[in-house]
């Protein structure tokens, strides 16, 4: 690829695709996609334009934000792809949730907990599997309650997930969602410029 070693990889990752698409129909999954760096975003709108021609199904995940989420969500409406808004879950989904991670339904003080989560699936495992660390959820016939005082502090795995998130942007945009986050859920954007 002209010496470049950037296309000679993508290049590379695309003839394996081709290669595995010539032997069977393949799925590719990629997360995140709002973190990709140029020659992942490269691939990725190289494989759009060929999904048409191949046995190949891309399913990817994007946070709707940033001129790269942009540019990738407009390759795929522009070559008739799906796309679906994932919202927060839902209350039973929540309890689903913790269900499968805690071996019991939420009772009534451990659902209020999660609750606090407002149906970020990120929020609300980090916090069962914490709480379940320090030992203060009990399961007892298909329902599991929070033990012990009803106070639950933010893990500090969430805390180092998001500040890893958080990490790449500039100290001016860290420092507005600083404010944003103290006047809480809603708030216009007069209330946040008077801060």
């Known amino acids: 690829a002209g010496g470049n070693p950037v296309l000679a990889g993508v290049e590379r990752v695309l003839g394996l695709l081709d290669y595995w698409c010539a032997v069977a129909p ?101 916090l069962l599997d914490a709480l379940v660390r320090e030992g203060r959820v009990v399961a007892s016939r298909g329902v599991a309650e929070l033990a012990g005082e009803a106070a639950v502090a933010v893990p500090v795995s969430l805390q180092a997930a998001i500040g890893q998130r958080l990490a790449g942007l500039d100290e001016p945009v860290a420092r507005m969602l600083r404010w944003a986050a103290v006047l809480g859920a809603e708030f216009s954007a007069v209330d946040l410029s008077v801060v």
């Open 26 to 126: 393949v799925v590719l999954v990629a997360e995140d996609l709002q973190w990709a760096d140029a020659a992942s975003l490269l691939v990725w709108e190289r494989l759009v334009r060929a999904a048409g021609q191949l046995p190949l199904l891309l399913v990817g995940s994007c946070r709707p934000a940033g001129e790269q989420a942009g540019r990738l969500m407009r390759q795929v409406g522009l070559r008739d792809g799906v796309m679906l808004e994932l919202g927060p879950l839902g209350g039973g989904e929540v309890a689903a949730l913790a269900e499968d991670r805690v071996g019991g339904r939420p009772g009534g003080r451990l659902a209020r907990v999660l609750a606090r989560a407002g149906g970020n699936p990120l929020y609300v495992r980090e």
